[in-house]
């Protein structure tokens, strides 16, 4: 999150560029439609920025709550956009593979709300402790405060390893709170407190109630059920990787852990085709045909038919071993 001015459009143009470098075949769908979302909205904002910021004063007191919506979209420049789009190309690419485009879409959706709302308490508390109303009043836009929220699910899912914030290397677990601190210190004009709403977003998803909940909404709204296939979600030609470029948050820079993409692996527990053959046979021999992968999470986190999608798996999969 940030507070607003409009520069030139050198940034649209290295986003454009950046795009292009990685390839957009090999962009997941979500992540692509967010990003030109977000573009769209710069070029073709739904409201002045003025209109679009949220502050404590002007959704709460003044009851315009549409800016929940509005913020997180907008953004105060092409460089503002430039860096914050540059970083979730990187976290959407690795989330949307891990978690699937639907969920990826539902968890963008919600995060974008409550991060809002989050950053909102915060800046009333801050107001009621200090008797300061500058806190009531600060109005911020951005995508950055869902960014850090995104960051500390991307360090929950590939624990370990190292980010470097401007050259020093700082174990993930503690990237968001250093970076916090940092981007506020080199950028004065950015959300101390948007940026912080994120990271608390982030923790109630990965150790607080969030996903509990979320995935409580999902099973009731799928009750009849959700099934789908699993869809390619780019191509694994091109280039996969991108360069950071000079300026605003380019010290700002996350080596990524080496892992294998597996696009059904979000459908599978994580097992390879060959593991969930043996798994099937184990579990045959084991249990008298009883599969153990009952009691495993649906993808994404909607209701399935645990019993029928478990046996027809294993079913196809000792008759594809048979032959």
């Known amino acids: 999150?940030?507070?607003?001015?409009?520069?030139?459009?050198?940034?649209?143009?290295?986003?454009?560029?950046?795009?292009?470098?990685?390839?957009?075949?090999?962009?997941?769908?979500?992540?692509?439609?967010?990003?030109?979302?977000?573009?769209?909205?710069?070029?073709?904002?739904?409201?002045?920025?003025?209109?679009?910021?949220?502050?404590?004063?002007?959704?709460?007191?003044?009851?315009?709550?549409?800016r929940l919506l509005l913020s997180p979209l907008h953004h105060a420049d092409d460089w503002h956009l430039y860096f914050n789009m540059v970083s979730f190309l990187w976290k959407g690419k690795k989330l949307e593979q891990r978690l699937g485009?639907?969920?990826?879409?539902?968890?963008?959706?919600?995060?974008?709300?409550?991060?809002?709302?989050?950053?909102?308490?915060?800046?009333?508390?801050?107001?009621?402790?200090?008797?300061?109303?500058?806190?009531?009043?600060?109005?911020?836009?951005?995508?950055?405060?869902v960014l850090f929220a995104l960051k500390v699910l991307n360090n929950h899912y590939y624990p370990g390893g190292v980010t470097y914030v401007m050259g020093v290397a700082v174990?993930?677990?503690?990237?968001?709170?250093?970076?916090?601190?940092?981007?506020?210190?080199?950028n004065p004009g950015t959300s101390l407190i948007g940026h912080l709403a994120g990271i608390l977003v982030g923790l109630l998803y990965t150790a607080g109630p969030l996903k509990a909940v979320m995935k409580k909404c999902a099973g009731f709204v799928t009750s009849n059920g959700y099934n789908s296939r699993p869809n390619a979600y780019y191509s694994?030609?091109?280039?996969?990787?991108?360069?950071?470029t000079a300026g605003g948050y380019s010290g700002y820079q996350q080596n990524p852990p080496d892992y294998t993409t597996n696009h059904s692996a979000?459908?599978?527990?994580?097992?390879?085709?060959?593991?969930?053959?043996?798994?099937?046979?184990?579990?045959?021999?084991?249990?008298?045909?009883?599969?153990?992968?009952?009691?495993a999470p649906p993808p994404y986190g909607f209701h399935l038919s645990e019993e029928a999608t478990a046996e027809d798996i294993r079913l196809r999969r000792l008759r594809r071993f048979d032959s």
């Not at 560029?17 to 769908?29: A, E, H, K, R, T």
């Not at 409550?114 to 402790?129: D, K």
């Not at 174990?171 to 080199?186: C, P």
Request: hydrophobic share 45%; charged share 10%; with cysteine.
């Open 1 to 66: 999150m940030r507070n607003r001015q409009r520069g030139s459009h050198l940034g649209l143009m290295l986003l454009a560029s950046q795009l292009f470098q990685v390839g957009l075949d090999n962009i997941p769908p979500v992540t692509l439609a967010v990003l030109g979302l977000n573009v769209y909205l710069y070029l073709f904002p739904a409201a002045p920025l003025m209109q679009a910021c949220v502050s404590v004063q002007q959704a709460y007191w003044f009851k315009d709550w549409r």
């Open 101 to 145: 485009g639907p969920w990826f879409v539902y968890l963008l959706s919600v995060f974008s709300l409550l991060t809002g709302v989050v950053y909102l308490l915060l800046e009333a508390v801050l107001t009621e402790l200090t008797q300061d109303q500058s806190y009531s009043m600060a109005c911020a836009v951005g995508f950055s405060g």
């Open 171 to 186: 174990a993930n677990r503690y990237a968001s709170w250093v970076e916090l601190v940092l981007i506020h210190i080199t």
């Open 236 to 244: 694994n030609s091109g280039s996969t990787g991108y360069s950071g």
């Open 266 to 295: 979000s459908y599978s527990g994580g097992l390879t085709e060959e593991e969930q053959i043996q798994a099937a046979i184990r579990n045959s021999l084991n249990d008298g045909g009883q599969s153990s992968q009952r009691g």
